[in-house]
């Protein structure tokens, strides 16, 4: 073989060794419900058989938390635009999504933290990004509270802070979870008629663009909920559990951790106010401070990918 010719198919050769190991369509392909439900995993653990997905092979990894009444399809776009930058892990907690737990296994926000551990644990990883929204912020606290030293950085939504845990516009919602009441009355109804969903009177009213709700967005996050009795009656049990503070005694937790921590606060929503953001901003050392998002409610980390995978980025120093 001529030396030219050897060369030509050497570099040929690595050209393809190189398009093998990067595998282009993984970044590129789009997560949508098909890809959720192709790629949903599920591991066995001592409280459930918790569903999980996972995105990207870095070998430092980052933990996102959905809310209430989500599961961790609402973090979607974040993992499709970060996962060359982290090995992402998005679980659905105990109660919401399509994790399993048996009828006699307490749903908490302190028994979701033993759930994150231990799948973590399972999953052979030891410290964690934290990205969290809602009451997966609150549980994102409360996981920096127990395991602090599991926690490399958190970027934060609009979430449960310190004293407003629960939010006041929550409660009711809570008062009918205490009679069972949350999923059949409200959920329910909701399942059948999408545009009751996307209402300002549903869940559309904690998102900036309720519109762009499309129907199988809707069923992802709120038929598992209604899929049985048990499930119904879990979702409710989460939703009490969510009534009690567990935040205001982690007061000087927060205070006590160091590492580097950065809040994206929605300016529309009504149950989280930025005061909530600039008390986080004063007590945890490593803040980085709080880009406030005009116009953006609730689980505008859904809608936003973009601006969620520009902060987290800064915030664990990687080039976009």
Known sequence: MERRDFLKATTSMLATAAIGRHVPAQK????????????????????????????????????????????????????????????????????????????????????????????????????????????????????????????????????DVDENSPPAEFVPLINLARKGLFVKNVLVPEIADKNLARSQGGLGGVYSYPDRLADETLDMYLKPLASSDLRMRQADEYAVALGTNVLVPIRKKLHDWKGPARMVWGLKDTLFPVQGSDWLDKTLPGSRGTRRVDDAKLFFPEEMPDLIAEEAAKLWDVKV
Not at 108 to 122: G, H, I, K, N, Y
């Open 28 to 159: 590129t392909e789009t997560i949508d419900t098909a890809w959720y439900t192709q790629n949903r995993k599920f591991v066995q653990l001592p409280m459930a058989r918790v569903a999980y997905v996972e995105r990207g092979t870095v070998p430092v990894s980052a933990l996102f938390m959905h809310g209430f009444p989500l599961n961790s399809y609402q973090w979607r776009g974040a993992l499709q635009r970060l996962s060359k930058y982290r090995h992402c892990i998005a679980p659905d907690v105990m109660g919401l999504g399509f994790t399993e737990v048996p009828a006699t296994q307490p749903i908490t926000p302190a028994t979701q933290v033993m759930m994150l551990a231990a799948l973590l644990d399972r999953l052979n990883i030891h410290a964690v990004d934290l990205v969290a929204n809602d009451s997966g912020g609150l549980l994102s606290q409360l996981f920096i509270a127990t395991y602090p030293h599991r926690v490399r950085t958190v970027l934060l939504t609009n979430c």
